[in-house]
């Protein structure tokens, strides 16, 4: 895609920072979380004359239109296929499109990040949600005007952090390790790296450097269970003490491998100790023992799951829509209806559906989205049906993308006569079908949101309680979005907010599933307001049914082969 440069950086924030969402009037602010980004680049443009490019990456978002600097890497020194140790944190906000851009320049020392073209090294964009959805993002870097920077790719890889959310933390020390310098002691890092399936090394964590010191003691430091490990605890650990070297040609000192089932027999009062093997020395030295001795001072886990966990392993957000196509919305080919296609402006009916669909496909690997219509005579015999398809596939209601559901909707509307009554319990009910059959997976892989659009309080008010109630020991979210001016009163009684839905039996509701909007209160708001407000709840709602199912995340195999990433050169 075309990249656009700025001819200097913008001003910083405080890292962290997300885009703040507007307050809903009916739901509460969003559940948010805060994702790590880890960046890795390959191949990047050499700028310098003597030595190779020293790169750094800047991390911007974009707010009201404007970009704006979150934060920065280190710089490091002559690579031109690094792996950053710093580890960039984002707030994430499911119910919004949060756009993020990451630069990448050569630095020159004291001079700090260069702000001229010569410097620039390529830059890529994309959203939080593509990146937590896909876990891994590998993108080509792109200089002004969208010219390819050459062969260079970024890599970002995401991780969910919160308080005690699935975190490891660990501490670690060394004794004895080999002397490489020359006039001083060693300056030892250690570096931990997840071996994958692949055979492919991802670097999990770099610690920071001890100065002239052969029995270090390094600061204890805390990280995802998904990143250590990829939820496996005997997956191969490989973890490497350097030498540090201000020219970037660090000093090789040893390494040894391990598991995370092995580091968990450092739990309370015990210690976990490797040996530090140098294999050129073990087969040139004849009495070689070990190039010194690593301990894990400790380590505490904690294993609580979240909206993002279940993203992140694998679970997939899939979206349906269901359109009213009562005759209460008028005619179509009359401009007072609330179907009339105006080739200018889009009508409620599109709004809703473009801003809560478009925050829904970065969730769905395959982009296709089911599309049903109710309260309408249908061809060939149009006989009144309240759950077609509106692509009149009757064996595969799916449109590609959410433009393959507005060209649906678009060329529906003429072959179908609108007529009545407003009843959405078939939808509700065709859909659990299919939310059922998932639950028998026992797995968290997918999770249903249905939009139901109307533009009436709905006839069917008893069997849609009862199709709600059914739904709610499903794994879908309901969201109804009123179009048009009608009286909307009776409609509350379906968002629990106010009390708990009960079937007409008296059966209570397992989870509050449903959430009700009227789209006059966002007619005069950004279109993304109706998204964060309908959406805001879901997160929650995915994490209350897949927590009383007791269906942990899955853990899928990393999500694209990369080679070994290495240490810093």
Partial sequence: MPFAHGAACPPARPAGMGTVPEPCPQAPLAVLSKVELRVSCKHLLDRDTLNKSDPCVLLLMQSQGQWMEVDRSEVIKSNLNPVFAKIFTVDYYFEEVQKLRFEVYDSHGQAGVGTHDDDFLGGMECTVGQIVAQKRVTKPLFLKYGKFAGKSTITIISEEISGNNGYVELAFRAKKLDDKDLFSKSDPFLEIYRIDDDRSEQLVYRTEVVKNNLSPIWEPFKVSLNSLCSC???????????DYDSRGKHDFIGE????????????????????????KYKIKKRNYKNSGVVVLLDLKIHRVYSFLDYIMGGCQIHFTVAIDFTASNGDPRNSCSLHYINPYQPNEYLKALVAVGEIC???????????????????????????????FNPDNDECEGIQGVVESYQSCLPKIQLYGPTNVAPI????????????????ASQYFILLILTDGVVTDMADTREAIVRASYLPM?????????????DMQILDGDD??????????????????????EFKNASPTALAKCVLAEVPKQVVEY????????????PPSPEPSLGSPQ
Wanted: net charge positive.
């Fill in 546 to 557: 897949y927590s009383y199912k007791a269906f942990p995340p899955r853990c899928p195999r």
């Fill in 361 to 391: 496909q970065d969730y769905d690997s395959d982009k296709k989205f089911s599309a049903l219509g109710f309260g309408a005579r249908i061809p060939p015999k149009y006989e009144v049906s309240h759950d077609f398809a509106i692509n």
């Fill in 428 to 443: 509700i009910s065709k859909v659990a079908r299919v939310a059922a059959d998932e639950e028998r997976t026992k797995e």
């Fill in 232 to 242: 496996e605890e005997k997956r191969k650990l490989r973890c490497v003490v350097w």
């Fill in 499 to 520: 009390g708990v839905l009960r079937s007409p039996k008296g059966e209570p509701v397992l989870r509050d599933i449903v959430q009700f909007v009227p789209f006059r």
């Fill in 256 to 279: 040894f491998f391990t598991t995370f089932e092995e580091m968990q027999k450092a739990m309370g009062e015990n210690k976990v100790q490797w040996d530090c093997m140098n294999p």
């Fill in 477 to 489: 979210s309901i969201i109804i979005v009123g179009v048009g001016n009608a009286d909307f009163t």
